[in-house]
């Protein structure tokens, strides 16, 4: 019998019936040079046209056998279409914002065809695509920056977290509520174009600022988001978030997408009966240096722990072996016949 992959992701969100096995799936980008070779698309083409795009998304279904397409691989495509100058990349490097527009925190306007400058049309006609390929079979997942992540692409990581721990509140959080809009414009487009569920990328992360910021900044906000948005929304914040896991399911997120710092089973214990979890097979030892093995055993361990739906903790790195992603995939599949 084939399984409907779609299913099985969408019952993993809302914690459903278990299927008889794991979901498998890919909330941040799969994009690896394996992968181009074998899908003969590269970057940067992959994030400028929707059918590059698309057929890269469609590569980690077909080639890999994840249970998902996702087809946006950077973390710049609303800070293109709000102005500011991105560095595209090519096919060894992501693309990066290079320029800060409003570095001196002046007033930031959503253009009003905003959803059809390019960085952003690209992405609704990928999904658009993979939603008349394989709408209902595979699970599409869209991307989109929150407002604490487009903040640092708008005026400068260190500019605007300089602002935040010298508790300028009242720039910040003008800030914020400027760039919320953008976010949720984003959501709801991706929804009308065919997306199952988006991904809500906040880079609110431990390294970078306390627990508290995120209760007194960004909690507000994305409580607020998500009562504007129309569908199901992972909520990816980087890094080891155990210090505000608890405030991430106050925030309305159907999901949370973390990584391998956050113990498996101490994530389940703490959040398993609030939010479903996605994630946390470590990018940078286990994925990029390891052994498929390794991976395999990672990735039993995070089914075993409850982990809802397997798959790398962030957006992995280029040269990741394929091998090891496809061991993703073995150890989700072990025991099914």
């Excluded at 997942?141 to 977290?161: C, D, E, R, S």
């Excluded at 240096?289 to 990672?298: I, L």
């Excluded at 089914?303 to 957006?315: K, N, R, T």
Aim: aromatic share 6%; net charge negative; glycine share 10%.
């Amino acid at each position: 019998m084939k399984l409907n992959a779609h299913n099985l992701v969408m019952s993993a969100m809302f914690g459903g019936r278990r299927g008889p096995r794991p979901a498998v799936g890919n909330p941040t980008s799969i994009a690896c040079h394996g992968l181009m070779e074998k899908a003969g698309v590269f970057f940067p083409e992959a994030h400028l046209d929707a059918q590059a795009m698309a057929a890269l998304a469609l590569a980690g279904h077909e080639i890999v056998g994840f249970d998902t397409v996702m087809p946006e691989y950077s973390v710049v495509q609303e800070a293109a279409a709000l102005g500011a100058q991105v560095d595209w990349g090519d096919r060894d490097k992501m693309p990066d914002v290079k320029g800060f527009p409003n570095a001196d925190f002046s007033a930031i306007l959503m253009p009003q065809d905003f959803l059809e400058k390019p960085s952003c049309r690209v992405v609704l006609d990928a999904i658009g695509i993979l939603r008349r390929q394989v709408g209902g079979r595979v699970a599409i997942i869209g991307k989109v920056m929150g407002p604490w992540t487009l903040a640092y692409h708008m005026a400068g990581t260190q500019n605007f977290l300089l602002a935040v721990g010298m508790g300028e509140s009242a720039k910040v959080t003008r800030m914020l509520r400027q760039l919320m809009p953008v976010t949720i414009a984003f959501i709801n487009a991706q929804f009308a174009a065919g997306a199952d569920i988006v991904v809500l990328a906040d880079h609110a992360t431990r390294n970078l600022v306390g627990p508290h910021h995120y209760k007194e900044y960004l909690l507000p906000i994305h409580q607020e988001i998500m009562a504007q948005v129309g569908g199901p929304i992972i909520l990816h914040v980087c890094g080891n978030c155990a210090d505000r896991l608890e405030l991430f399911a106050e925030s309305g997120v159907d999901a949370y997408h973390f990584e391998w710092q956050v113990d498996a089973r101490e994530a389940v214990r703490r959040l398993g009966g609030r939010l479903s979890l996605a994630g946390n097979i470590n990018n940078a030892q286990t994925l990029l240096q390891g052994t498929p093995e390794d991976v395999f055993r990672q990735t039993r361990y995070a089914i075993d722990a409850g982990v809802h739906l397997i798959g790398p903790e962030c957006a992995i790195p280029l040269s990741t072996p394929l091998e090891n992603l496809r061991a993703i995939v073995a150890a989700g599949h072990e025991g099914y016949r």
